[in-house]
């Protein structure tokens, strides 16, 4: 397969196939509630975070262009996202834009939750705000 290098110091090489990510892109259409372009922030977590975002469209956009694959064809796209996410989910939050999308990673965009106790997120949550529970 061959492989294209992103920018992004941090980055995984991305299968060519994905594609490349920009501002246009479905993951960049959410509206800025503090004024501030998301995009003008640029942290090692948001990196990771805007090519998790164009690998999980590249992997759904696969299983629409290709209906008779199977989740074992896709699997190796879907792990190669994991490794993204957990590499994410363990940097440390610089700033509130991080926490952001450390939330929409753990949180599966919504779908479940990360155990309290164990959960990065959560302990992270923990300590930013002096929880002790």
Known sequence: METQNRACANAIALPAHMGHYSPT???ASAPSISGIDPFDIDTPILRLFRLRCQMRDAINQAAVDRPE??????????????KIEARLLKLPTTCAADFAAKVIVDTSEAGCLSEW???QLWKEARALTGCTV
């Open 69 to 82: 694959a199977s989740d074992e064809m896709l699997d190796a796209e879907v792990e190669a996202m994991s």
């Open 25 to 27: 892109h479905p993951c």
């Open 117 to 119: 106790q164990t959960g």
